[in-house]
């Protein structure tokens, strides 16, 4: 998704100052200084905590976000700022289930869509920044999202219907983002 040609054409964009870029960065630089709040945590919180609202349905807009931002500045320290806090956001998205995380049987696997395609984007675009614990429990998170929805998902075994296609993406953004680990 983040071929070199993208991102150069966004860092192009941050370099000349593009309305969109400060725009992004401006929402970023929020995103920085917020509460990221676990599933059983405030689901609505105010701008610029993050909260999962519907299912998780709030956590991925954010973790691309911080991702973009990541990735395409060139500043270092708010390269770490942005890193820390997609960091702390993924910790959020993939809590267990016994210390207050989304339980992958909600409304028989709706929240994959958001969860496990949020959490791969975010293992992906801020790969260098995670530390080694976020990356084990974001793995956790994934896999036992999928197996779950793997053995027990609605019509996952028929390509049709709106679950259907949310899991599909999300097992293919999995497989994608953690390929090799």
Request: charged residues 15%.
């Amino acid at each position: 998704i983040l071929s070199d040609a993208f991102l150069q054409r966004l860092r192009q964009r941050a370099a000349t100052s593009d309305p969109t870029w400060k725009a992004l960065q401006s929402k970023c630089d929020g995103y920085v200084t917020g509460t990221m709040y676990a599933p059983s945590g405030n689901a609505y919180p105010n701008y610029p905590s993050v909260g999962q609202g519907y299912q998780g349905e709030e956590y991925p807009p954010v973790i691309r976000a911080l991702g973009l931002c990541y990735r395409t500045t060139s500043d270092a320290a708010a390269q770490a700022r942005y890193g820390a806090a997609g960091g702390r956001l993924l910790d959020a998205m993939s809590t267990p289930v016994a210390s207050g995380g989304q339980s992958p049987s909600t409304d028989a696997g709706y929240g994959i869509r958001n969860y496990v395609v949020g959490m791969a984007i975010g293992y992906d675009w801020l790969y260098p920044a995670l530390s080694a614990a976020t990356k084990t429990r974001v793995v956790s998170s994934i896999n036992a999202w999928v197996d779950w929805s793997d053995q027990s998902g609605f019509i996952n075994q028929d390509p049709i219907g709106n679950y259907f296609a949310g899991y599909f993406l999300a097992k293919t953004m999995a497989a994608l983002a953690t390929e090799g680990d």
